[in-house]
């Protein structure tokens, strides 16, 4: 089938794009040249100004040389968002090196599969994360760790941030600082800026981002410089009047995702915006934020948006700086888009990603038709198909449903020494990407349902062969499955379906409080129910899909 043009009611971008020939760091270093003086980063009132944030990143990189960072060696980042994260990231990337970006949330055994799959040699930690990762680095092969610390970045006292109960455990833990446990701050302050030009090349590995699967085992996602630049300049592309050097870009989604380090962090540093930092969303403090930082781009995720419209101050904050949204992860209930848009003046668009596509491959013309629920159009240099649930092998008509497929300049390199995966997913250049979808004659897609059973809950990834995995290993349970179910505030949250061991009794709370020792807080079953069997098919297999089912007629009928 032909690719529509993108040309759909006066949204005009060119069908495909010339790209930089320098990776990131390289464009990063021409951008602080042309704007020292501005705004880089602002976080809690510190502001850090991009010649000021050039030299970090260049004396990081002369840190991370020194304990023996190279080209190919990867770098785990386990931080919120901060400036050092920043720093850390492109230098890292300006010596050739790998990135790691770790999720603070997780907890022992899945810190654990990451570095060890990833090989990791170094670390970048904040230091209230460093008693559960201290641990693990026996386990792994981390053999250089540098430690930071929020307040090092502040411009008051980090008490400040946190209630009283809370200081000690977050504000005073003791590091055992050594030869091979280092001061963040301390060792870059003594550093002098690298002189050393970058080896990195544009088919180079620079990020191994990790995303789950239907093995319930994450997989590393090979991103190449080339992947992440080339998304960077198709989102540029997409915004017919972004004002380089000028925007205020609002980075509340993590960078440890590659949402927000796509859409928030390289985006922003790429055209020259202050990028405001919010290390982690709490709706009174970020819509002071809002209201005192004037940010003009605000990419978000759903969960966000119904926070703010359903506060009950909402519209006693000033916030028509905001010029445009951008969100994705999960669908964009209407009434929160006419809302927001409404309070703000703004225009909220929805795209569509994958961590293997770096992340954007689709989303709604910023101007222009924009059709509600549909994930939008394929982004300059983007192909898409839909071909057949069956065999994947016929593309397709409109309006016929079939997993979407994509190929572009920012679809992976492949999974991280898993070729099997790589070959599964990836045909003749094409991703498909598991999700069953339509497209209608103007080339706007939308997402029906999930051909893999991945929940989305609060804008992440929640891969439920993972949680049957804990659910299993209590010695109370007979028979588990997790599945993904509606909730109003984060599009989905997790349900398990348990069946006891004869004789045996266990509660939900019991249940929940076991995951939580083993589970990222967001991939934790929020409800629990008990039942003397699970429906299965005839050659064992649980049926999923069924409870989903049973769940969404509960909901109905009451």
Avoid at 125 to 131: A, W
Wanted: include cysteine; hydrophobic fraction near 40%.
């Amino acid at each position: 089938m032909d690719q529509p043009r993108l040309d759909h009611q006066g949204f005009r971008v060119p069908k495909t794009l010339e790209y930089p020939r320098e990776c990131l760091p390289k464009i990063l270093e021409a951008s602080a040249k042309k704007y020292a003086s501005h705004v880089a980063t602002e976080f809690f009132g510190a502001k850090i100004r991009y010649g000021e944030l050039w030299d970090q990143i260049l004396r990081c990189a002369t840190v991370l040389s020194g304990l023996g960072v190279g080209r190919g060696a990867k770098v785990a980042i386990m931080l919120p968002n901060c400036p050092q994260t920043i720093i850390a990231y492109y230098a890292t990337m300006w010596l050739g090196g790998i990135v790691v970006m770790t999720n603070p949330m997780y907890v022992e055994r899945e810190i654990e599969h990451q570095w060890e799959d990833s090989e990791a040699e170094f670390l970048v930690v904040l230091d209230h994360l460093f008693p559960k990762v201290e641990p693990v680095l026996s386990r792994t092969r981390i053999r250089k760790v540098l430690v930071t610390s929020l307040k090092e970045a502040l411009p008051f006292p980090l008490s400040l941030l946190y209630p009283l109960k809370a200081r000690k455990e977050k504000l005073f833990t003791a590091v055992p600082y050594g030869k091979d446990i280092l001061n963040f701050k301390q060792v870059l302050k003594g550093a002098g800026p690298t002189t050393a030009t970058s080896p990195a090349e544009l088919d180079d590995i620079a990020l191994l981002q990790y995303t789950g699967g239907t093995t319930g085992l994450a997989k590393g996602v090979m991103l190449t410089h080339r992947n992440i630049l080339a998304n960077v300049v198709q989102l540029v592309a997409w915004i017919p009047d972004l004002r380089w050097g000028e925007e205020r870009m609002l980075a509340i989604l993590p960078f440890f995702h590659v949402f927000g380090m796509t859409v928030v962090m390289n985006l922003g540093l790429y055209i020259g915006a202050a990028v405001i930092l919010v290390p982690r969303f709490e709706v009174n403090q970020f819509l002071k934020t809002l209201q005192k930082s004037k940010p003009t781009i605000f990419p978000g995720v759903p969960t966000i948006y119904v926070a703010l419209v359903n506060h009950p101050q909402i519209k006693s904050f000033e916030l028509h700086s905001i010029r445009y949204c951008i969100t994705g992860s999960a669908p964009m209930p209407l009434e929160v888009l006419k809302t927001f848009e409404s309070l703000t003046g703004g225009t909220i668009i929805e795209g569509y990603g994958l961590s293997e596509t770096s992340p954007v491959t689709h989303a709604n013309p910023l101007t222009g038709a924009r059709k509600t629920g549909s994930i939008g159009i394929p982004l300059p240099d983007t192909e898409a198909k839909i071909m057949d649930l069956e065999f994947g092998e016929r593309e397709l008509g409109p309006g016929e449903a079939g997993e979407l497929a994509v190929r572009g300049p920012q679809v992976m390199k492949g999974y991280w020494k898993n070729p099997e995966e790589t070959q599964k997913v990836v045909k003749d250049g094409w991703l498909f990407t598991g999700d069953i979808a339509e497209m209608d004659a103007e080339g706007y897609v939308t997402i029906i349902d999930r051909k893999k059973d991945c929940i989305l809950a609060g804008g992440y990834n929640v891969y439920p062969r993972e949680i049957d995995e804990v659910l299993y290993e209590h010695p109370k349970v007979l028979d588990a499955v997790s599945v993904g179910v509606p909730d109003p505030y984060r599009g989905e949250t997790v349900k398990a379906f348990i069946v006891v061991k004869p004789g045996e009794t266990l509660t939900e709370e019991e249940m929940i409080q076991f995951c939580k020792s083993r589970l990222a807080v967001y991939k934790v079953p929020k409800q629990v129910e008990f039942r003397d069997s699970l429906p299965k098919t005839i050659v064992g297999k649980v049926l999923r899909r069924q409870l989903r089912e049973e769940v969404l007629k509960g909901q109905k009928e009451s």
